[in-house]
């Protein structure tokens, strides 16, 4: 039979996609939503590229839908629901995807949104060198789209693959101007030229200061942007941020630490709302590909000899939320039996090192096996980091020395030497977190052995299949239990240490309405549902 999703009234869809998932109710001072007025939001990530396809930073997720739209959106449980298609098809097989698409939508720059788009996009996407890890994972089993007509494009898959709703939902399926896609002065960064269907226009960006949003007065929703302009600030000290905020220099910011909440929750005239992302925990990944963690007794040791609870409750002051597997808590999929089953244990720890033949110490205290010390490189992706990862790493270097006589060395390095030193194998560590709203697609880029960010460099045929049979069956029950098998697999191989689930935080005047996050994936809302009180 054919499952088909029938259009939902534009206005229910923005009442969905308004729900705040965590979040607190509007507070009476920013009254009745209200047209006009600026905004500053200053934000803790500056984003590597404004194209959308190119989106890996979960920080910046909340900018790409200020100006770009996909085929469907998400509703708080995980479902689809219709955004630039009107509805959708798919076959009983499974490798057919028929998306019926609106025609009462053009992109900013004028060009007509239509199958030929869509198409346009796509093909883009599987160009040799544009975006290789979408095309490898997320478009793996796509074998052509088809423009049937002007409102009608086809998805025809080598075999069936559930994901591809998660691709047409998500910033990386985004639709941008075909226009765009052969004009754009830069196109893999993005900026002003790149022209979208969203709600707001780019207008101007000052690499490393700030990016400018205005009211796309030719969007095709129920209703204009409720503000005509707003700039997020790139701040990326935390004391700074919430500095500009409690003396009026920005109305909203995100990403506030523990040891600045008090300077909110404390001021009658500000407010705090939390949500968890979804999609993967944020977690070390360890490298088995060479010494030591080819060894799995030593990547038992090292999550043994660290005392999560304490670590995180010294660096993020009891706020975080500590993850037990590789996917998040939020996710359906998520295995809660994991809880409490490993980790903390320091006399197991050393008695596993002592067995893999890391018995002696040096001078320092760290261990050493044929006159080499035990040491494990973290490489940090600088353009990454977020959360304060840079003084966990620095916790985490501390407790498993003390603990193990492990020697943890912490680089934080730029984008270009990291993924050098990425590329090159030269790590132990790796850190992760996505906020994919289907855990599913992190999965598959983090642990399939054709997974583009697999820097485990475990190859097992068994966590393919698995991850394989979970993409190809609309089964809740049969993915949740090909998912389960997966997580066990990771926890009894020790190939991840899961450390806590990514939240976002958010702080603004109570003048500020429409705050809140995106359902299931728990990072804020666009711009599009904010209104400034008069």
């Given at each position: ?28 001072a ?114 052509r ?5 002007t ?31 052969t ?46 302009a ?20 920005v ?12 300077l ?16 993967s ?27 999560l ?27 809660k ?21 890391w018995?002696a110490r ?31 790493a ?8 003390q ?5 943890l ?91 806590y ?34």
């Open positions: 039979m054919r499952r088909t999703l029938t259009a939902i009234a534009v206005t229910t869809i923005l009442a969905l996609t308004t729900a705040c998932s965590g979040s607190s109710a509007v507070p009476a920013a009254g009745e939503p209200v047209a006009g007025g600026e905004l500053t939001w200053a934000v803790e990530t500056e984003p590597i590229t404004f194209n959308p396809h190119l989106y890996a930073q979960a920080k910046a997720r909340l900018l790409v839908w200020n100006t770009f739209e996909a085929l469907l959106t998400h509703d708080d449980k995980g479902g689809y629901l219709p955004w630039l298609a009107e509805r959708y098809e798919v076959s009983a097989d499974g490798r057919t995807y028929t998306f019926h698409l609106r025609t009462d939508v053009s992109f900013s720059d004028g060009t007509a949104f239509d199958a030929a788009a869509v198409k346009a996009n796509v093909d883009k996407l599987r160009e040799p060198n544009y975006a290789p890890g979408v095309a490898a994972v997320q478009l793996r089993n796509l074998d789209v088809e423009a049937v007509d409102a009608t494009v086809v998805f025809h898959l080598k075999q069936p693959d559930v994901l591809i709703l998660d691709f047409v939902s998500s910033p990386q399926g985004a639709q941008v101007s075909p226009k765009s896609l004009t754009a002065a830069n196109l893999k960064a993005g900026g002003p030229d790149l022209a979208g269907t969203g709600p707001f226009v780019l207008t101007s960006y000052v690499a490393g200061q700030e990016v400018r949003f205005e009211r796309n007065p030719s969007y095709h929703g129920a209703r204009p942007a409720y503000l005509d707003i700039t997020y600030r790139f701040l990326k000290e935390s004391s700074v941020r919430i500095g500009a905020l409690t003396s009026g220099q109305q909203v910011v995100e990403g506030v630490p523990a040891t600045d909440e008090s909110i929750t404390a001021n009658p005239d500000l407010r705090l709302e939390r949500g968890l992302n979804s999609g925990a944020f977690s070390y990944y360890f490298n088995v590909a060479h010494a030591p963690f080819d060894d799995v007794r030593v990547r038992q040791a090292f999550r043994e000899a660290l005392d609870d304490a670590v995180l409750k010294g660096v993020y002051r009891g706020t975080a939320t500590r993850a037990w597997s590789v996917i998040g808590p939020t996710s359906p999929f998520y295995d039996t994991l809880e409490g089953t490993y980790g903390g244990d320091a006399t197991e720890a050393n008695r596993l090192l002592d067995e893999a033949g018995a040096d001078a320092e205290g760290f261990r050493t096996k044929d006159g080499k010390r035990l040491t494990v490189r973290l490489v940090q992706n600088a353009p990454f980091v977020r959360d304060r990862r840079d003084v966990l620095q916790a985490v270097q501390a407790a498993v020395k603990s193990a006589g492990i020697d060395a912490v680089t934080l390095a730029d984008q270009g030497t990291a993924t050098k030193a990425l590329t090159d194998g030269e790590y132990e560590l790796f850190e992760n977190s996505r906020a994919d709203t289907d855990a599913g697609a992190a999965l598959n880029l983090l642990l399939h052995s054709a997974g583009p960010i697999n820097r485990t460099g475990a190859k097992d045929p068994e966590l393919d299949r698995l991850l394989d049979a979970a993409v190809a069956t609309t089964d809740p029950a049969a993915r949740s239990e090909a998912y389960r098998q997966v997580q066990k697999i990771v926890v009894d191989q020790a190939l991840v240490f899961p450390l689930a990514p939240a976002d935080q958010i702080a603004a005047a109570s003048s500020v309405g429409g705050l809140g996050f995106e359902p299931t994936a728990g990072v804020p809302v666009s711009a599009y549902h904010l209104w400034t009180g008069k």
